[in-house]
């Protein structure tokens, strides 16, 4: 059988069906990670994109119950080039084609996959949709279906990934701090990192006001990453304001530093391809060392890179920079306890470069956040 990977320019991929048949439309990304695909399909920050993965053999470790990053799988679709035809690892209890198909998630396997990323990196994310089965017809028709779906710009989608309730994640061994986490799209492995620092995760829903946030008496207020563009998430925006004007000390992730940005009066744009992988260099400002680190965004806040500027909370700066592109991966306040960075220091499947940012946000709290320890 045959399926067919189709991009909104009419470009089009041949190849054979993986995980389940049928339809699917959302934007075409790419992630260059040698390792990690559980964490990366769970991730709810792919929610509504085709995610192609530029490693030549996905699913030679198969698919256990302990990576996941959250219940179910977001990615809207699934590319790879070569699926493992005998999947080994102590710790899989099934093929990631049976999950895909048990998840309902459409893929495709298919040579062109190298040939797509440099398509990507040329012209840009775009529109796409994978056919499969009786949803495949003729080529034109797809072309229009893909050009009729939505974009990723201007698409509100915290509120469809984020927790109905709340929910707490206990410290591990005795709590040294009570952190409110919104949960913009959050992964398991954030709250786990903090716990392990003696925190008390409360995790609130994407529409948390700032009196919701404060209501938990925290010591320290975290942003999660999350999907969809930031410039749509005016609630999450309004909210944070209300959390640094208590001066609490923040801390966000990837769709949190972009809120960040907002609530500091900034801008965010969409990258052409933007980063997805696992081996990005960011510099951090201070120090000059750079750090090997796990990302996942399309889009980026615009900041200036010369040095300390005037925010509505006092002065703040470009802590991070991308080597790559010079893209900003940081921001920081100087005058209150708050920053973020646009990549992920809780990255599962590692590096671990970034953790010492858990740390920093423990010192925070410890220093400036009232209760402490
Ligand atoms: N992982 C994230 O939080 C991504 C943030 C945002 N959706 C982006 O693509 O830039």
């Not at 991929?13 to 990670?33: H, I, W």
């Not at 984020?162 to 986490?181: C, L, N």
Request: hydrophobic content about 40%.
């Amino acid at each position: 059988m045959t399926a067919l990977l189709v991009l909104e320019d009419g470009r089009v991929f041949e190849g054979t069906p993986y995980g389940a048949v049928g339809e699917t439309l959302g934007e075409m990304v790419f992630n260059t990670g040698m390792t990690g695909y559980q964490e990366t399909l769970t991730d709810p920050s792919y929610h509504r994109q085709i995610v192609a993965m530029t490693a030549p053999h996905i699913g030679n470790t198969g698919v256990n119950e302990e990576d996941p990053e959250s219940r179910r799988v977001w990615v809207a679709g699934y590319v790879v080039r070569e699926p493992a035809r005998v999947p080994s690892n102590w710790r899989s209890t099934r093929t990631l084609d049976d999950y895909l198909r048990d998840q309902g998630v459409v893929g495709i396997a298919m040579p062109g996959t190298r040939a797509l990323t440099r398509h990507l990196r040329e012209r840009g994310a775009m529109r796409a949709g994978i056919f499969s089965g009786d949803a495949a017809g003729p080529v034109e028709d797809l072309v229009e279906r893909v050009r009729r779906s939505p974009g990723m710009e201007g698409a509100d989608l915290a509120r469809e990934v984020s927790t109905a309730e709340p929910y707490v994640v206990p410290a591990v061994g005795r709590r040294r701090f009570t952190v409110a986490a919104v949960d913009l799209g959050i992964k398991a492995m954030t709250p786990q990192r903090m716990a392990e620092r003696g925190c008390e995760v409360h995790v609130l829903p994407a529409g948390a006001t700032a009196a919701d946030i404060l209501a938990v008496e925290p010591d320290g207020v975290f942003f999660s990453n999350g999907p969809g563009d930031p410039a749509t998430a005016d609630y999450a925006v309004e909210a944070l304001r209300g959390v640094l004007a208590e001066g609490r000390p923040f801390f966000g992730i990837c769709f949190g530093n972009q809120i960040l940005g907002r609530a500091l009066g900034l801008g965010t744009y969409k990258l052409r391809y933007g980063h997805r992988g696992v081996n990005q260099p960011v510099q951090d400002r201070r120090t000059g060392k750079v750090e090997i680190s796990a990302h996942n965004h399309g889009f980026a806040v615009a900041a200036p890179l010369d040095g300390p500027f005037e925010t509505p909370y006092g002065r703040a700066e470009v802590s991070h920079v991308n080597l790559n592109d010079d893209c900003v991966e940081g921001l920081r306040l100087l005058d209150r306890p708050a920053f973020s960075v646009q990549y992920h220091p809780e990255a599962a499947a590692g590096p671990h470069d970034a953790a010492y940012l858990f740390d920093e946000f423990c010192e925070l709290m410890e220093t400036k956040g009232g209760k402490g320890a």
